[in-house]
């Protein structure tokens, strides 16, 4: 018998044909999963087909569209258990990348076909699902001028030159950030709060790697005093994220925690998982494995020992 799953499709997110590209994942998933497929809409959302789909029992939900979509349809299957099928369709695909899946159609709908799954972390903020992250300040003003005409436009280049842009007008504000055993005041330019993110989320790459399993979040500050240090900042994050090290400069912070309470002040702009939000305050928490997501046959397990290769190795197996 074959898998059966929900299908939740956004016709109008990314540059490509829609159409075309529905027909290539039902080419794809049909042969092994019977798909029942839900179009969004201005009006219906992904997170309300994704409820509906939970309510009904479902084996699967996939979610196909933007970064967007795929929140909203995360945000509905968080504690549920529900294995979640990702087909990243948008401009940036954070949430694939976060999450190491591919960002291709057919490779997307092999990982999904392969059947595979790992648990990841998710979190709240304010009350609403999170599974990347929650940018304070710079970030927000960026994603709020790439509107989705400019994307269509321009793609990944309307985030890259809206952020050239507002680095024109850098603003710094007073935060206080609080966790279960500390209050942290300091100014800062964006404070980043990350479940998981890509290498490209730049402001988010202050600790040595985000880990999207270890029941934590992880904060990054970012405190330039100028245009100047904003791009020096900005530059080393990248070098840093490419690395896989942590930053080494005054002017950026970082911490983990299981849940922040931020304050900022003049308030804030948010952005959560690519949306605004609204303004600060801030409450961040984390669901450890709160979601179970198709991943590529070789993450399914992570390795918790690597020794093949180091010199003169031998492995004796004790008898207990
Ligand atoms: N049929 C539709 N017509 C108009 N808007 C829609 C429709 N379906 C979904 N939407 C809107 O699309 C938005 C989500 O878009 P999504 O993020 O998936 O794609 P994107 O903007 O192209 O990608 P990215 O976020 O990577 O730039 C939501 O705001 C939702 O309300």
Do not use: W
């Not at 321009?154 to 850098?170: D, H, K, P, R």
């Not at 279960?180 to 479940?195: G, L």
């Amino acid at each position: 018998m074959n898998r059966s799953a929900c299908l939740i499709f956004n016709p109008v997110a990314g540059q490509g044909n829609p159409e075309l590209e529905l027909e290539m994942i039902r080419s794809l998933l049909e042969p092994e999963i019977d798909l029942d497929i839900y179009l969004t809409s201005a009006e219906v959302d992904a997170d309300q087909l994704a409820q509906a789909a939970v309510k009904r029992g479902v084996e699967a939900i996939i979610a196909c569209g933007g970064d967007g979509t795929l929140s909203a349809a995360a945000s509905a299957i968080i504690g549920t258990g529900i294995p979640f099928g990702i087909i990243a369709r948008g401009t940036a695909n954070a949430f694939a990348a976060a999450l190491r899946i591919p960002n291709t159609i057919d490779a997307a709908c092999m990982t999904i076909v392969q059947g595979e799954t790992r648990y990841v972390d998710a979190a709240y903020c304010n009350g609403k699902p999170m599974v990347l992250l929650a940018g304070i300040g710079f970030e927000a003003e960026t994603v709020e001028m790439a509107d989705r005409e400019a994307k269509k436009r321009l793609g990944m280049m309307a985030y890259i030159l809206a952020g050239v842009q507002q680095l024109g007008n850098l603003q710094s504000f007073q935060v206080e950030i609080e966790t279960e055993d500390k209050i942290i005041k300091t100014k800062a330019s964006a404070i980043t709060v990350a479940n998981a993110a890509p290498p490209s989320s730049v402001l988010a790459q202050g600790p040595a790697g985000i880990i999207y399993d270890d029941g934590l979040l992880d904060l990054t500050i970012v405190a330039p005093n100028s245009k100047a240090g904003a791009i020096a900042a900005t530059i080393h994050l990248l070098q840093t994220a490419s690395m896989s090290s942590a930053v080494e400069r005054d002017d950026i912070g970082y911490l983990r925690a299981n849940q922040f309470k931020i304050k900022a002040e003049p308030p804030q702009k948010v952005v959560l998982d690519g949306e605004m939000i609204g303004k600060t305050p801030i409450e961040v928490y984390c669901v450890p494995a709160g979601l179970k997501v198709f991943v590529p046959f070789d993450q399914a397990l992570s390795p918790t020992e690597k020794l093949e290769g180091l010199p003169n190795l031998t492995v004796e197996t004790k008898q207990l």
